[in-house]
């Protein structure tokens, strides 16, 4: 996999050469004409960026992602994080050097983004069934030996597209599926054995696919973090194994996926998919988890969810804030900041206020952290915010928010400035990151 890292790096260096100009919210007028790679050796300081911004701490993201590395070794997982997180392939290449398997996704569009940035195996959690699209992957596969790929199916049907659209393509390279579990009311996913059953005797089937494994995701069978909850991921998660077991002397690859895990209940699939990890018979089973939110956690619904609360994952910190300034207090009691729906993340949560940053006329910056101050509404480009009796804000003050729920964060930036530390008390811009979404 190494030499097609190579490749993901080319893609970042073009991508951090290139000249910088209006078309990115992020981008300061003294920055226009200069490359990502200018701006981040400038010194440029948190203080001059305007406001609303989103930035990523970049002490944070290398703690997480040593942090998660040494929790998936020791618990023998295989991690092939959700890219759809933050659809940026400069963070894919950090995940990959930190000992990702793969880089997974959630459609067609983002596997396009996936395999033109270089990503050398890539997961599609879902359905693709688009028969041009799966034309114009049987292309990349038969033209590219070193590219892997696989995806999901969960009905009869769905075998029966993808393999008509293959055979009409040519397609010379059989395309790895895992059959996926569901549950009731839940999203894709076959509901019952039998019917998954029915699902790989159809991939059996079909000279263009190969039967790889079994895929679920445990995160849509309970959302709040309850013992209720816990055992119904619990009992999904026994449903996945039973079908993997089902399926051990018909596989027909030398290596079988078993995946689950999202960010919320990746220990549970720790303790219940690890245990199917090794060889039995002439197959071997490797467990992979797609937790995506970890590289950057939250201060929001994964602080509060996260595995480690539990005393049963790695400790993750925040690596996302969005800074916003205080441009009008009207009324006793509330202060209004320049940061809205189009700039927040407001779908599992909205954000909280942490700290202000205040610059004085002689350019010196203060800081206090804020306490009792809550951001109680957003419109498209105002935030509403609810003081204390002492709060310190005035009109001007820059404050950091804490976010929740990084999937609905990234895709509001097309670029994002990384810092060196969001806590300094002269934070610096060390680098940029572009998504693509």
Not at 9 to 18: F, L, V
Not at 240 to 245: F, K, S
Not at 382 to 399: E, I, K, N
Request: hydrophobic share 40%; with cysteine; net charge negative.
């Amino acid at each position: 996999m190494s030499t097609r890292i190579d490749e993901l790096e080319a893609t970042i260096a073009r991508e951090r050469s290139k000249p910088l100009s209006w078309g990115d919210k992020a981008v300061q007028p003294e920055w226009y004409g200069r490359s990502i790679d200018e701006v981040s050796t400038s010194g440029a300081s948190l203080d001059g960026l305007s406001t609303p911004m989103m930035t990523l701490d970049r002490g944070a993201i290398d703690d997480n992602l040593r942090t998660m590395s040494e929790w998936c070794a020791q618990s023998h997982l295989s991690l092939a994080p959700h890219g759809k997180t933050t659809m940026t392939p400069a963070l894919w290449h950090d995940q990959l050097g930190a000992g990702a398997w793969a880089i997974t996704v959630a459609n067609e569009p983002q596997l396009r983004v996936a395999r033109g940035a270089g990503v050398p195996r890539v997961i599609v959690a879902n359905l693709f069934l688009r028969p041009a699209g799966l034309a114009w992957l049987a292309a990349e596969l038969d033209a590219d030996p070193g590219f892997e790929f696989m995806c999901w199916v969960d009905s009869v049907e769905a075998v029966q597209i993808m393999d008509a659209a293959l055979t009409a393509a040519g397609a010379q390279r059989r395309v790895p599926v895992l059959v996926e579990v569901g549950h009731t009311h839940s999203r894709t996913g076959a509901r019952s054995l039998d019917e998954a059953l029915s699902v790989a005797d159809a991939v059996a089937s079909a000279p263009t696919l190969a039967l790889a494994g079994v895929s679920g995701f445990e995160g849509t069978v309970a959302h709040e973090i309850t013992e209720e909850g816990i055992a119904l991921v619990d009992g999904f998660l026994n449903r996945m194994v039973e079908l993997h077991r089902a399926l051990l002397e018909r596989y027909e690859v030398p290596e079988a996926v078993l995946s689950a895990g999202g960010s919320a209940y990746f220990d549970r699939v720790a303790e219940i998919l690890g245990a199917e990890s090794g060889t039995r018979g002439m197959v071997s089973t490797r467990i992979v988890i797609r937790s995506g939110a970890y590289i950057v956690h939250d201060d929001g619904y994964y602080r509060e969810s996260t595995p480690f609360t539990r005393g049963t994952g790695p400790e993750l910190r925040s690596a996302m804030h969005v800074w916003a300034r205080v441009i009008s207090m009207p009324e006793p009691g509330i202060a209004y900041l320049d940061a809205g729906k189009r700039d927040l993340p407001f779908d599992e949560g909205l954000p909280e206020l942490q700290l202000m940053r205040r610059s004085d006329p002689d350019g010196e910056t203060t800081t206090a952290p804020l306490a009792g101050h809550e951001l109680f509404a957003t419109n498209d480009q105002h935030s509403h915010v609810r003081l204390p009796a002492d709060s310190p804000l005035r009109v001007g003050d820059v404050v950091r928010l804490g976010l929740s729920h990084p999937c609905t964060a990234f895709d509001k930036w097309s670029l994002i400035p990384v810092l060196n530390d969001s806590s300094a008390d002269s934070p610096v811009v060390i680098d940029l990151v572009r998504t693509y979404f």
